[in-house]
C-alpha cells in the first residue's frame, strides 16, 4: 500500500506567475483534499474532491483551482501567485468524506 | 475566526512527565475531534481520534479526555519521550465538511 505523494517538494515562483502542483492519493482512496499551511499556522482548507467533483470549498479565491482524475490523482493549480501564496501546500487522501486524513509531506511554496 | 482555539502554543515537558495540549471550540455540529502530530518536512499524521459519544479514549500513551458541556477537549501523552517531540494539532470537523485545525503546539521533550 503506497502512501499519499506530493510533488514537487520545493518550487520557487515570481509573483504573478502560475504554479500546478501534484498529489497521489492513497491506494484505494477516492476523497482528496489540499490544505495550506503558512509557516507557524495550522493547515487551511483549500478544497476537496471526490470522485472528480469539488465537493467542498474553503476561504479562498477562484485564482486556487483543482482537479482530480479518473485514478484519484490531484492537481492544485494557482493563478497570478502573491506574496502571501508561500506556504506549504498539503494534500490529503481519505476513503470517504470526513473520514481519517493521510496527508503526503507537501510542497513547499516560496514566492518571491 | 479560529474555529478551534488550541493551547499552549509551546510547551517544554522532561522526559517521563505528562504534556497536555488543550483545544476549545464553539460549533456544536462539530462531530469528529482529532489530533495530529507534524515532525520537520512531514506533513501532519492522525493521531488518536474521538467523536462525542465517549468522553475519553486512550492508544497507548496516548489520550483524549472530550467534554462535550464545555466544547473543550485535550490530548495527554504520559510518560512523555524525547522522540514525542513534534507538533501536534487539534482539529475538528462536522460530519461531510471541511476539518478545521488548531494553530499549533511545538513540544519539546527533554531527555
Known amino acids: 500500500e503506497t502512501g499519499v505523494t506530493q510533488s514537487p517538494t520545493h518550487l520557487i515562483k515570481t509573483r504573478g506567475q502560475q504554479v500546478t502542483l501534484r498529489c497521489s492519493s492513497q491506494?484505494?482512496?477516492?476523497?482528496v483534499s489540499w490544505y495550506q499551511q503558512a509557516l507557524g499556522q495550522g493547515p487551511q482548507f483549500i478544497f476537496r474532491y471526490y470522485r472528480e467533483e469539488e465537493n467542498g470549498r474553503g476561504n479562498f479565491p477562484p485564482r486556487f483551482s483543482g482537479l482530480q482524475f479518473p485514478n484519484y490523482s490531484s492537481e492544485l493549480n494557482v493563478n497570478a501567485l502573491e506574496l502571501d501564496d508561500s506556504a506549504l501546500y498539503l494534500c490529503?487522501?481519505?476513503?470517504?468524506?470526513?473520514?481519517?486524513?493521510?496527508f503526503g509531506s507537501g510542497t513547499q511554496l516560496s514566492v518571491l | 475566526q479560529q474555529q478551534v482555539k488550541q493551547s499552549p502554543q509551546s510547551l517544554i515537558v522532561q522526559k517521563g512527565g505528562i504534556s497536555i495540549i488543550n483545544c476549545a471550540y464553539e460549533n456544536t455540529a462539530f462531530d469528529y475531534f482529532p489530533w495530529y502530530q507534524q515532525f520537520p518536512g512531514k506533513g501532519p499524521a492522525l493521531l488518536i481520534a474521538i467523536r462525542p459519544d465517549v468522553s475519553e479514549k486512550k492508544e497507548g500513551r496516548f489520550t483524549i479526555s472530550f467534554n462535550k458541556s464545555a466544547k473543550q477537549f485535550s490530548l495527554h501523552i504520559m510518560d512523555s519521550q524525547p522522540g514525542d517531540s513534534a507538533t501536534y494539532f487539534c482539529?475538528?470537523?462536522?460530519?461531510?465538511?471541511?476539518?478545521?485545525f488548531g494553530t499549533g503546539t511545538s513540544l519539546t521533550v527533554i531527555p
Open positions: 491506494s484505494g482512496h477516492n476523497t
Open positions: 482539529a475538528a470537523s462536522p460530519a461531510g465538511n471541511q476539518f478545521y
Open positions: 490529503a487522501s481519505s476513503l470517504y468524506i470526513n473520514e481519517k486524513l493521510f
